[in-house]
């Protein structure tokens, strides 16, 4: 997402601070994009740091980057398994495209959140049949306390 939007990101970003209901909304929208309240906290900061926003619009976007992370999650909740083919086919399609254009980077994104849907998919299909396991219990106890 950084190598296709990253510039028009900051620069949405840098527009809608000026208010903080839009300083809100862009954190939402822009989160929802990379997926990554990190990536947005990061823009913000470097914005603070220089100057551009004050603490006010910059805690806004915080807060509208916690929001946009939090509805990924509920849509993520869903069973969209179904659509990680589609996802993958869409992306090689768009990657094909001449490089350096902002849909093959594009198409990049698609590819990576098709395969991860998918690995996701299958993960939870192998766990499933261990998750009573005694041996399970104990590994994931031990784990948890070093």
Same mark, same amino acid.
């Given at each position: 997402?950084?190598?296709?939007? +990253? /510039?028009?990101?900051?620069? &949405?970003?840098?527009?809608?601070?000026?208010?903080?209901?839009? $300083?809100?909304?862009? #954190?939402? #929208? @822009?989160?929802?994009? %990379?997926?990554? /309240?990190?990536?947005?906290?990061?823009?913000?900061? #470097?914005? $603070?740091?220089?100057?551009? !926003?004050?603490?006010? %619009?910059?805690?806004?976007?915080?807060?509208? $980057?916690? !929001?946009?992370?939090?509805?990924?999650?509920?849509?993520?909740?869903? *069973? &969209?398994?179904? &659509? /990680? %083919?589609?996802? @993958?086919?869409?992306?090689?399609?768009?990657?094909?495209? *001449?490089? +350096?254009?902002?849909?093959? *980077?594009?198409?990049?994104?698609?590819?990576?959140? +098709?395969?991860?849907?998918?690995?996701?998919?299958?993960?939870?299909?192998? &766990?499933?049949?261990?998750? *009573? /396991? %005694?041996?399970?219990?104990?590994?994931?106890?031990?784990?948890?306390?070093?």
């Amino acid at each position: 997402m950084q190598r296709a939007f +990253g /510039s028009k990101l900051r620069s &949405i970003l840098g527009h809608a601070l000026r208010n903080r209901l839009r $300083a809100f909304l862009a #954190g939402v #929208g @822009i989160t929802a994009l %990379p997926q990554s /309240s990190t990536a947005t906290g990061l823009m913000t900061a #470097g914005f $603070a740091a220089e100057g551009l !926003v004050g603490p006010v %619009p910059a805690l806004a976007v915080m807060l509208g $980057a916690h !929001v946009g992370t939090t509805l990924i999650v509920q849509i993520l909740s869903f *069973d &969209i398994v179904l &659509i /990680s %083919p589609a996802l @993958i086919l869409l992306g090689m399609v768009m990657f094909r495209r *001449d490089s +350096g254009t902002p849909a093959h *980077d594009l198409g990049r994104v698609f590819i990576g959140l +098709g395969l991860m849907l998918l690995a996701l998919h299958q993960l939870l299909g192998l &766990i499933t049949g261990y998750e *009573d /396991s %005694p041996v399970l219990s104990l590994v994931l106890g031990a784990i948890s306390t070093s």
